[in-house]
Nanobody, 127 residues
Framework: QVQLVESGGGLVQAGGSLRLSCANS?????????MGWFRQAPGKEREFVAA????????AYANSVRRRFTISRDNAKNTVYLQMNSLSSEDTAVYYC???????????????????WGQGTQVTVSS
């Protein structure tokens, strides 16, 4: 059974940083086509944040987080990370990790193209 478990959320002041982790179990890490991060703020729809594709290797970011957030993966640890810098109150949300089985044409920014989801981790940025 596939499990994605997020961690690393919390309360941080504006301008600060956090690193989210998404640990994968129950399936070989490299069997996914892509993994991504989405977020949902209170009263808003879930939105794409960042994603990483295995083959060909590529990353994608929402315009709102580009140059502030970095997605990466550690194959040995079966973990995907989201490094978040220069946080603002607008980044406050529940952050979800997701994994896609493919095919190679998976739309990284579309939540419906992901097959597995974590339970989410809360990120709160105080101004």
């Amino acid at each position: 059974q596939v499990q994605l478990v997020e961690s690393g959320g919390g309360l941080v002041q504006a301008g600060g940083s956090l690193r989210l982790s998404c640990a994968n179990s129950g399936r070989t890490f490299n069997s996914y086509a892509a993994m991504g991060w989405f977020r949902q703020a209170p009263g808003k729809e879930r939105e794409f944040v960042a994603a990483i594709r295995w083959n060909p290797s590529s990353t994608a970011y929402a315009n709102s987080v580009r140059r502030r957030f970095t997605i990466s993966r550690d194959n040995a640890k079966n973990t995907v990370y989201l490094q978040m810098n220069s946080l603002s109150s607008e980044d406050t949300a529940v952050y979800y990790c997701a994994a896609s089985n493919g095919p190679p044409g998976t739309r990284l920014r579309v939540s419906n193209d992901y097959d597995y989801w974590g339970q989410g981790t809360q990120v709160t940025v105080s101004s």
